[in-house]
Structure formats: C-alpha cells, structure tokens
C-alpha cells in the first residue's frame, strides 16, 4: 500500500512536471499568398555590430530577356541581412514591370519571383527567409497594378549560395524575376 501512494505521487508529479513546459513552435512556412512582413530586423548589437548590413547590398535580378523587353536599364532592388522588405525607392522600377505585362511587350505572360538568402542562419530559416523576399516584391508589384494570379513564388533558400564574405554574400541575399511558363 505504501508502495502504491509513492507510485501514485511520483508518476503524477511527472505528469505535471512534463505538462508544465511549453513546446517550441515550428518555424513559418514560406506562403504562395500575398503575405507582406513589415517589421524590420533588430538593429545590430554593439558588442555584434554588422556595418555593411544596409539595404543596399542585395538586389532583385531581373533576367535579361524581362530588361529588354520592358525597357529596364536600372533593375536594383535591395534587401538588408536578415530583411525581406522593400524600400519605397524602388517602386520605379516594380511599377515598369507591372506595366510591362500587363499592357506592354509582356502583356498576358506570367512573372516568377524566385527567393535566395546567403548561408548564415539555418537552412529552414533561410527557406523561409527566401519565400517572404519573393511574396514581398509580388506584393508590390501586384500594388503597381499587375494581376497576383500571373506572379509565382517560390524559395531557393541559401541552396544556389556562392557567397564567402559580406560582398559575395550581399549577391545571394537576392530575388530572380523571370519569366513564368
């Protein structure tokens, strides 16, 4: 009988114990949505700071074929480490892209907006990373006035990364505009 309430108290205060921590979530999937993330990242650390981390050392890569087609001579575009947004300076040229398929050369054809990220960070977080770059600047251009149904997204995460310091890093941290089927 004495065995049996020890065994009693002891399995319950297990019970409660393993109830009692919270499970980790799991990391954000990237969305095919028009999802847009607006919170910027937090500032660099002084005891870590990251100088070269602004949002001019990463770039939206429009394909030849989609340059020449619209008639974009300037197609830069920026992301900051560890950001998905887009400046309002570059509208310039998302809106010259939405005009292009929707009333120029491309009229009619589908747009792929394909994610990157540099190495650093895992690997998942980077997937992730990746998909909110692209649904971002398919927001935009959907704001510009190009219909979001003919704008794919997709993620390639850090997978086609090449980068070994800030500078070659910066080109990773990128979204390809190409043309869709």
Not at 4 to 31: E, H, N
Not at 115 to 128: I, L, Q, S
Request: glycine share 8%.
């Amino acid at each position: 009988m004495k065995y049996a309430a020890i065994t009693l108290i002891l399995s319950t205060s297990a019970a409660l114990l393993a109830c009692g921590s919270d499970p980790k979530p799991p990391p954000a999937a990237p969305s095919g949505g028009n999802v847009v993330t607006t919170t910027n990242p937090p500032p660099p650390s002084a005891s870590n700071p990251k100088p070269s981390d602004d949002p001019s050392r990463s770039n939206i890569n429009i394909s030849d074929e989609i340059k020449k087609a619209c008639g974009i001579t300037d197609a830069e575009a920026f992301f900051a480490y560890d950001s998905a947004n887009v400046r309002p300076q570059d509208k310039a040229v998302l809106k010259k892209l939405s005009d292009c398929f929707m009333t120029g050369p491309l009229k009619g054809r589908e747009l792929r907006l394909v994610g990157h990220a540099d190495p650093r960070g895992e690997e998942e977080y980077n997937v992730v990373l990746g998909g909110r770059r692209a649904d971002n600047v398919k927001t935009s251009i959907a704001a510009e006035g190009m219909t979001a149904s003919k704008i794919a997204t997709t993620s390639r995460g850090e997978l086609d990364a090449t980068g070994t310091d800030e500078d070659s890093w910066a080109k990773d941290r990128r979204v390809d505009v190409v043309l869709g089927n």
